[in-house]
């Protein structure tokens, strides 16, 4: 069963670029059964997909965030990452990475990490 | 984008009541609908994908119905486990988009 963990920081500066990775077990991220994605929530609130990612380099990216998001995958090390530019208060909010997984032909996530919250505040 | 509508928003119901839970599709989206469970402080967990597929370990008293843009998710006999938020999320098209969210409570 995959496992997924996201890190980083726990508070980041408006206007500053948000920096989170997540890292992979008990599978590979090479797998071609899978798209690796980033997936929001601000506090007591819904669920947002943010993006993305096949282990070959291969994107999709919610049109609302597209201008300052970057998802980006290290298959050496089993790890996808997500970067988020310009941050405001609007993007404190519990992220979690996922697997995606193909079901006939079309990604949805089914194995979520636990989710880090990041807070943007000065 | 595909905007997904749950109804209703809140639910209060008791251990062995049967719960449904309504999601609507702003198009139609084939049978591309997943519905996950989520509880306070947890990473959502999925419980249906394809409308009615049930995931594996995912006990039988829930269920999924619909295609197109009208969908359902019943839980037969609602357990003290069961009391949680529950999403349906359309993966359609991209971006791929979630419903508001169902709170089911206890009554």
């Known amino acids: 069963q995959l496992q997924l963990q996201e890190s980083g920081p726990g508070l980041v500066k408006p206007s500053e670029t948000l920096s989170l990775t997540c890292t992979v077990s008990?599978?590979?991220?090479?797998?071609?059964?899978?798209?690796w994605g980033w997936i929001r929530q601000p506090p007591g609130k819904g669920l947002e997909w943010i993006g993305s990612?096949?282990?070959?380099?291969?994107?999709y990216y919610n049109p609302s965030l597209k201008s300052r998001v970057t998802i980006s995958v290290d298959t050496s090390k089993n790890q996808f990452s997500l970067k988020l530019s310009s941050v405001t208060a609007a993007d404190t909010a519990v992220y979690y990475c996922?697997?995606?997984?193909?079901?006939?032909?079309?990604?949805?996530?089914?194995?979520w990490g636990q989710g880090t919250l990041l807070t943007v505040s000065s | 984008d595909i905007q997904m509508t749950q109804s209703p928003s809140t639910l209060s119901a008791s251990v062995g009541d049967r719960v449904t839970i309504t999601c609507r599709a702003s198009?139609?989206?084939?049978?591309?609908l997943a519905w996950y469970q989520q509880k306070a402080g947890k990473a959502p967990k999925l419980l249906i994908y394809?409308?009615?597929s049930l995931e594996s370990g995912v006990p039988s008293r829930f269920s999924g119905s619909g295609s197109g843009t009208e969908f359902t998710l019943t839980i037969s006999s609602l357990q003290p486990d069961d009391f949680a938020t529950y999403y349906c999320?359309?993966?359609?098209?991209?971006?791929?988009?979630f419903g508001g969210g169902t709170k089911v409570e206890i009554k």
């Open positions: 394809k409308a009615s």
């Open positions: 999320q359309q993966y359609n098209s991209y971006p791929l988009t």
């Open positions: 996922a697997s995606l997984r193909d079901f006939d032909w079309l990604y949805s996530p089914d194995y």
């Open positions: 008990g599978g590979s991220i090479s797998s071609s059964s899978y798209y």
């Open positions: 990612i096949y282990y070959s380099g291969s994107t």
């Open positions: 198009q139609s989206i084939s049978s591309w």
